[in-house]
């Protein structure tokens, strides 16, 4: 076979690698079910250039004003990532962060499967770490800082940030 027809065939072959190896974005490794956790220290790197400043939301609460062990349920802003909005509730009682509730996270092909399996991820985190300072999950990392990010305004508005 001449040179040039091996070197077209070399070629082709590798082309045809290159393309089936191809992910879009919404593509995750399948491995561990494309979900790991990814130490992130205080969770304070997370880059707002990934995702649009939070927007205002309003803010619910119940129970007395006057009694410091009411309970309190405050919205975070949505905060607007390149695969959808995430926004997330807490549930603030004596002081203290009780409960995390995410509100929207993104929805849709594989990005609804992602949100799906790490919400309750990133629920454990917050209220493990009582905080925003949270590890990003890998494979979800635009939702795990628009999590942060909606998580850090509400705790803001109710005074534990």
């Known amino acids: 076979m001449p040179k040039r027809g091996i070197a077209a065939l070399v070629i082709t072959a590798l082309a045809l690698v290159l393309l089936l190896s191809f992910k879009t974005p919404d593509q995750v490794p399948a491995r561990s079910g494309g979900v790991a956790i990814v130490e992130s220290g205080t969770g304070s790197g997370s880059?707002?250039?990934?995702?649009?400043?939070?927007?205002?939301?309003?803010?619910?609460?119940?129970?007395?004003?006057?009694?410091?062990?009411?309970?309190?349920?405050?919205?975070?802003p949505v905060v607007d990532t390149r695969y959808g909005a995430v926004q997330v509730e807490i549930v603030v009682s004596g002081g203290q962060l009780k409960d995390v509730v995410a509100l929207q996270l993104p929805t849709g092909r594989h990005s609804g499967q992602i949100s799906t399996a790490v919400a309750p991820i990133l629920r454990q985190e917050a209220l493990q770490a009582k905080s925003a300072a949270i590890d990003t999950v890998s494979g979800a990392t635009y939702t795990s800082e628009g999590y942060a990010q909606s998580l850090q305004a509400a705790l803001d508005q109710a005074g534990l940030g």
Not at 61 to 75: H, M
């Open 47 to 76: 880059s707002t250039a990934q995702a649009a400043g939070p927007t205002p939301a309003p803010t619910k609460s119940t129970g007395s004003g006057t009694d410091p062990a009411a309970s309190a349920t405050i919205d975070g």
